[in-house]
């Protein structure tokens, strides 16, 4: 009987060791599983520092929660100065920023503003949380847009080669001066052709040609007076108002 005693102990043994290893197991697991999720909870709240983009958190008083080092540029922007620790006092949007987030809390819908900042250009977004009673405001750098969207302007409304004014922008400007001109004074519109321009481009090349239609602009604006305007509509012809 002795011997099945002790095999009955043995077999108990080895029953607690496994029961142990398990446990052992579940627990380096939820050790495992919760340094995880401490490093994503770190990480979160790194994550507004870490932006290179400005984050601010600002309630319904207009008083900044919070602001990331990004943020600095805007908030001196605004002549906020950063809280010490000699002065931990809140600081305050302008007074034109606190009608913005008057209107997003009461829509609860965004409120977008362009701003020219240290030469570049930010679009500033406040996202209300009217159940917090508070905005956060996120910065979104759209330079390359706008200089984009200048450059997209420029070639609708000035020609490529001479820099003058194109066919809409004259029609535009045309339609103005008719409108709101004295009609006992009334106005010019000189047309400028260039002869036989097609040999110039037969003999020199289109690249000659441009040149000589850049030279011809250069000159114009030497010889017209500063108020008038001229443009040119295509090809070799010019107009002058």
């Not at 900044?64 to 305050?92: E, G, M, Y």
């Not at 984009?148 to 400007?173: P, S, V």
């Amino acid at each position: 009987m002795a011997w099945r005693n002790w095999f009955d102990v043995s077999r108990h043994v080895a029953n607690c060791s496994q029961a142990l290893q398990d446990i052992n197991q579940r627990l380096r697991q939820e050790i495992a599983e919760r340094r995880e999720a401490q490093a994503l909870v770190e990480s979160l709240a790194r994550f507004p520092e870490e932006n290179r983009q400005p984050a601010l958190r600002i309630d319904h008083r207009g008083e900044v929660l919070f602001a990331n080092s990004a943020a600095r540029p805007l908030l001196n922007h605004w002549h906020c100065d950063a809280p010490t620790d000699d002065a931990p006092r809140q600081l305050q949007v302008p007074s034109a920023w606190q009608t913005r987030i008057d209107s997003a809390l009461k829509s609860g819908e965004l409120v977008e503003e362009e701003c020219y900042l240290e030469q570049r250009w930010l679009l500033l977004t406040l996202t209300p949380l009217v159940d917090g009673n508070y905005v956060n405001l996120y910065g979104t750098d759209i330079t390359d847009r706008k200089a984009y969207e200048k450059a997209l302007e420029q070639r609708n409304r000035y020609d490529e080669l001479t820099g003058l004014i194109n066919r809409h922008l004259l029609y535009d400007r045309v339609d103005q001066v008719y409108r709101s001109a004295n009609h006992q004074r009334g106005f010019a519109l000189v047309v400028l052709d260039l002869e036989n321009f097609r040999l110039v481009n037969s003999l020199l090349g289109h690249q000659g040609g441009d040149q000589v239609l850049a030279a011809l602009a250069a000159r114009l604006r030497q010889q017209v007076d500063e108020a008038a305007t001229l443009a040119r509509l295509d090809g070799d012809t010019f107009y002058c108002r």
